[in-house]
């Protein structure tokens, strides 16, 4: 790696331990999961200007657009398609350093060159939603994303089954 690399990882680090008590705020101000998932959103898309940022909800056999900031997307998920489809179906952290190469990619915006999903999951231990970041660069997360996104996903888990 990089001295450059090293210093991106430490600044998001710093980012990250910013925003995550933001969105601790934010759960613990507003128990509706809508709005907050909305606020978390905004939250995450103004601290890193990434070029989408947004949920899908399961909703029966789909994922369903939740709230997000970034440029139009896909309204609908099959259960295992694409990356969000396959995080939630393997219920794991999905992360894409080159969308182009992932196999059955679904392309929502020509403007997204990597990406990472994060499942959140219910009081049941139940896929419920998935947290969606696009990038407009080619290998732009890393794990230092997955484990402050898990936090940030492990926050709304209070707010499902209310």
């Known amino acids: 790696m990089n001295d450059r690399h090293m210093n991106d990882i430490g600044d998001r680090v710093e980012r990250y331990a910013r925003l995550v008590p ?49 440029p139009v997307a896909c309204t609908r998920i099959g259960y295992g398609m694409g990356v969000c489809g396959t995080a939630w179906k393997e219920e794991r952290v999905v992360i894409v350093p080159d969308v182009d190469r992932f196999p059955g990619h679904i392309a929502c915006s020509t403007g997204s060159r990597s990406e990472i999903v994060v499942p959140v999951f219910d009081n049941d231990g139940r896929v419920a939603a998935v947290l969606d970041i696009d990038s407009a660069q080619l290998n732009d997360f890393s794990v230092a994303d997955e484990q402050a996104l898990k936090l940030v996903a492990e926050l709304l888990q209070p707010l499902f089954d209310q």
């Open 22 to 70: 933001s969105v601790r705020e934010l759960v613990k101000e507003e128990r509706d999961l809508i709005a907050t998932m909305a606020n978390i959103a905004a939250a995450i898309h103004a601290e890193f200007g990434w070029h989408w940022t947004g949920f899908y909800r399961v909703l029966g056999t789909e994922l369903v657009l939740g709230p997000f900031q970034g």
